[in-house]
């Protein structure tokens, strides 16, 4: 799967993938990737090239042959489509006109085609949306996986507004969205998206309910690539989101006495670790007019003076 790179048209992400679970959404990205610009050819794909491109653990033959159908199945009961820059044309349609799974081959295989009408979510590309298919695939929660696809298609802008297609039955606890949906993907994204926070957007009404989030992070150059990238270590997603949790805790405007008290006091240690620094420098002045060159203490003092600008 080295430098594998997934590309389409981002009209794509336009489709809600929430009934999908993550095995499946990795078996489609996969598929994705390898049917770009073929057209309206056939491809096949051996189980042990899609195996190895999707990062599928399970080695059981009659399980992967579950897994792939049950992803066409649900496919199928998507709609496709591309709207026109004004809004007022739409198409919809489904994506693949052939897929033929031939699990009692030699080398078990599945034959895939793009249907007419979606060739130009994969091919002759004009505005894309580009990612490692490895770095998907290694994401663990589904809501990071899609959150993951939206941000990459504004990876120059650094900011997403979005619903996240979160079951209505979550919103009757605004807990069980904070924990299910917006913890992993703080967990598995604040490592990859440099500066990511995550805000509410509330609505009118009773109670200002939220009606969806604000995604900012440090927009990426467009030249960066995605080649050889993998998602990020349990370790490097704990001391991201640590040091995302720091800076967050510094910029947030304190409300009550206590928090008034605390963010003064910070200040306070702050002072005093500049006051100690700037008598350690004096200090530091004095002994070295004898015992140093005058070149020496120039280079001394200008790496000391560095510490306060």
């Not at 979550?170 to 949906?181: C, E, G, I, K």
């Not at 309910?209 to 998602?231: L, R, S």
Request: hydrophobic fraction near 35%.
């Amino acid at each position: 799967m080295a430098n594998e790179i997934v590309k389409y048209h981002h009209e794509l992400n336009t489709i809600p993938l929430r009934k999908f679970t993550p095995v499946e959404m990795n078996l489609f990205f996969s598929i994705v990737s390898r049917m770009r610009e073929k057209g309206d050819k056939t491809v096949r794909l051996t189980f042990d090239q899609l195996k190895d491109l999707s990062n599928y653990k399970a080695t059981a033959n009659n399980r992967f042959i579950n897994d792939l159908e049950m992803t066409y199945d649900k496919l199928m009961d998507l709609r496709f489509g591309k709207r026109s820059a004004n809004g007022l044309d739409i198409d919809r349609f489904v994506m693949f006109s052939e897929f033929k799974i031939r699990g009692t081959a030699k080398d078990p295989y599945v034959d895939i085609q793009v249907y007419e009408k979606a060739l130009p979510l994969l091919n002759n590309l004009d505005e894309w949306v580009r990612y490692s298919l490895q770095q998907f695939n290694e994401l663990q929660s589904s809501y990071a996986k899609t959150m993951f696809r939206l941000l990459k298609q504004y990876r120059t802008k650094g900011f997403v507004h979005e619903l996240l297609d979160i079951p209505k039955s979550y919103w009757n606890n605004q807990a069980n969205v904070d924990n299910r949906v917006i913890k992993p993907i703080r967990q598995e994204l604040t490592a990859i998206f440099k500066g990511l926070s995550i805000k509410k957007k509330y609505g009118k009404g009773r109670g200002k309910p939220v009606v969806g989030y604000q995604f900012t992070f440090k927009p990426e150059i467009k030249k960066a690539d995605d080649f050889n990238k993998h998602a990020p270590t349990k370790e490097e997603q704990n001391k991201a989101l640590a040091l995302a949790d720091k800076q967050k805790e510094y910029e947030e405007p304190a409300t009550t006495i206590n928090e008034k008290i605390k963010q003064k006091k910070r200040e306070l240690e702050l002072l005093q670790q500049i006051k100690q620094l700037e008598k350690e420098k004096e200090a530091l002045e004095k002994q070295t007019e004898s015992a140093l060159s005058e070149k020496e203490k120039k280079s001394l003092l200008s790496n000391l003076d560095n510490l306060f600008q």
